[in-house]
């Protein structure tokens, strides 16, 4: 195959590019250049923005001896993942800038281009697996290092794309396993720090971000009765499940700390309230993107996990069918659907806030992908279930 | 059928190659690589005294006087560099530093829109640190200098104006300036003048007395000798304040020890390029007209860069741009075809840019991001063309396609020759 290997100028990328060369691919580097303000040099854990990285990938390139080019991504990157961050937050709710980015950058944009140009598919240093179905098709697993899977950032670009798609290091056992290939192969990347944080936010401080892009808009933190509490200089810069940084004045009455339970950008309010408010009982969301749908209008088991790294927890799933609509679907029909949530508060899910990604799976199997519409203790949707919802505590 | 004879192609990565960005670089001739190879294996510093030094210092000093006959200057014009980009930062900042110690008011540097990076940003750093005024001088949709903008600023600001540095030729598009109307213009209000050569020499005449410049960059690696030398020639009464400091080495304005291998190989290059300069300048331009009608006739809607007029632009330059298309794109399909170009313009942050030269041509921005450089060299051939040929259309096709992946269907452009650009508009736009 023609393989374009997506180089961000880590280790994990060149490894994945070398051993799609060894699999006897022919490759060609690409670094993606989506930031139009680059730092000259790498500064803390941030990702791959920076020209140093950029230098990183093409001596990386020269090593494996392939071709190398910058393509600047920064416009469409500008465009959809950084103004999708900043539209979530203002609206109050949590977004995955990594989703975003592979939903409209890497698995769309640089993906589209590849294929005009003539390659077969894109190489990157994602840790997941893809296997062989025997219809002929292709699904997604979680990779074989459980603590680096991230198969939950790659979820939502479903199966077309997953068709051209390729990811070398889905069977590694560990990063260490990755480091040492790095250093064998001679890549330079080898003891190169791992990145973690928003590669657009400088210095990691992603409120300081916010602030800067939406603009001050103080308002009231309130508790759920609505006294207010506090002052906030813009109920974007919180997230739900928050408990750092509330700076409120006087402690609870009953002393125990307080989180931030919702946030209401119209009102632009805080809410706040005790850890058992966190707790969730049902989600209801989005924008579903389906490897292996269920069935319409039937409950089904499966594990959620909704935030990356997460642990995922056993549930019941419903995609509703036109004989029984979404209990509260959204007023304008989304695309790709609805799909509603069901788990035992027990199971510990907490602070599940709005924008975030809800990831279906079936033991390692990825089964499809969707955005939080709305978190909520057991209630609603309860009433409609079928009694055997108990069925999926275990 | 063409998807298949490109894959063929992109299998084959090892066959032949065309290479056709000799502007970049272009291979060391045979009699340069000997005389490098000689003189490496002698020893000693031209600035000792004993007989090894002489003997190093004999070789630096007659390069020199080969080097000077061959460019019409006397050999005490000529100040060996590490390349082009020191001899155009050395005249621009040397010029600046000596004409303003003579006078405090001289502080504004006129500087052709379309210049190379390496006198553009001398230029742009004096005025952040060194309290100097930018004037980009415009030039017309062919990339020729206006001179009447010239002439207005030298006539409101003449003694204000410190140097004027215009190319000899774009090293983009190709376009040979009106060298002898500037020299004549600025040298009636006094002002000296720096030219950039380093893609004239070989291809036109090239000579400093005639010329009446003050001062001409030419390097060695784009005519054939090794790289890491160049030259400034200067005249000297050119007031240059030096920008090395160190062991006073080529009378004090540019310190540190000569290399007598580099220089001598670049000499040696030279006297080639130069004394077959007419009969290759012939045989490339018929060369490169071949070239422009055969990608015309295959890409329709390409657009030649530059004057359409032959004469009035390098031999051996060809630059088109094929709308839709990232030159990007098309670099790395012909690259993977074996055939070797370049977008012609510079990289910022492995970033390609369009091309500042493009956008004072008054081309629009999206245009300019899809351009290409053919540059020929004394080692091309008709096969060269014929490679690029075969494979071009379906690179374009390709690129293309790629071009319209994520990117709104183009809004109303502005024509290829649309007139004076905005960035550049008016005469004497100042940074």
Known sequence: MRVLAALSGGVDSAVAAARALDAGHEVVGVHMALSRSRDRFRTGSRGCCSIEDAGDARRAADVLGIPFYVWDLSERFEETVVADFLDEYAAGRTPNP?????????????????????????????????????????????????????????AVMGPDRLAHALFPLGDVASKAVVRQEAAARGLAVSEK????????VADGDTSGFLRARLGERPGDVVDASGAVLGR?????????????????????????????????????RVV????????????????????????????????????????????????????????????????????????DEAAGLRGVAPGQSLVVYEGTRVRGQATVLRATRAGALAGGLPSTVGGGRR | ?????????????????????????????????????????????????????????????????????LLGARPSEVVWTSGGTEADNLAVKGLFWGRRTQDPARRRVLVGATEHHAVLDPAFWLAEHAGAEVVLLPVDADGVLDLDALRRELEAHAATTALVSVMWANNEVGTLAPLAEVVALAHRHGVPVHSDAVQAVGQVAVDLAASGLDALTVTSHKIGGPGGVG??????DAPLVPVLHGGGQERGVRSGTLDAPLVAAFAAAAQEAVTAREASAGRLAALRDDLVARVLAA?????????????????????????????????????????????????????????????????????????LRFSLGHTSTAADVDALLAVLPGAVGRARAAGAVGRPPAAARTTPHGGVPAAVGAAGARV
């Not at chain 2, 012909?334 to 510079?346: F, H, K, P």
């Open chain 1, 98 to 154: 990594c989703v975003r980015c592979n939903e409209h950058v890497k698995f769309s944009t640089l993906l589209d281009r590849a294929l005009a140009l003539g390659f077969d598919a894109v190489c990157t240093g994602h840790y997941a697996r893809v296997a062989a179905e025997d219809d002929g098709g292709r699904s997604l697993h979680r990779a074989r290092d459980a603590a680096k899977d991230q198969s939950y950032v790659l």
């Open chain 1, 193 to 200: 720090p791992d990145s973690y944080d928003i590669c657009f």
């Open chain 1, 232 to 268: 906030h200089d813009g109920a974007y810069a919180f997230t739900v499940g928050q408990r750092k940084g509330l700076q409120l004045g006087r402690p609870a009455p009953d002393g125990r700390p307080r989180y931030v339970l919702s946030v209401e950008p119209v009102r632009n």
């Open chain 1, 272 to 343: 706040v309230g005790p850890v058992e408010e966190l707790a969730v009982g049902e989600v209801v969301a989005d924008r579903a993107v389906w490897f292996d749908a269920p069935p319409p209008g039937a409950w089904t088991d499966a594990l959620v996990q909704v935030r990356a790294h997460g642990t995922p927890v056993p549930a019941r799933v419903l995609v509703p069918d036109e004989a029984r609509p979404a209990a509260e679907g959204p007023a304008v029909p989304s695309p790709g659907g609805v799909v509603e949530v069901v788990v």
């Open chain 2, 1 to 69: 059928m063409r998807g298949r004879r490109t894959h063929a192609a992109f299998v084959d990565w090892a066959a032949m190659r065309a290479y056709l960005d000799h502007a970049a670089t272009t291979p060391v001739l045979p009699v340069a690589r000997q005389v490098l190879a000689e003189q490496l294996g002698r020893t000693g510093n031209p600035s000792s005294l004993h007989a090894s030094g002489r003997a190093a210092r004999r070789v630096v000093e007659e390069s020199r006087e080969r080097l000077a006959a």
């Open chain 2, 231 to 236: 030259a400034l020639l200067a005249r000297r």
């Open chain 2, 299 to 371: 890409v329709p809607d390409a657009v030649l860069r530059g004057p359409a007029d032959g004469t009035r632009r390098l031999p051996a330059n060809a630059h088109l741009t094929f709308p839709g298309c990232e030159g990007d794109s098309l670099l790395y399909l012909l690259d993977s075809a074996g055939v070797e170009a370049s977008t012609g313009s510079a990289c910022q942050a492995g970033v390609a840019q369009p091309s500042h030269v493009l956008l004072a041509l008054g081309v629009d921005e999206r245009d300019a991001r899809g351009a």
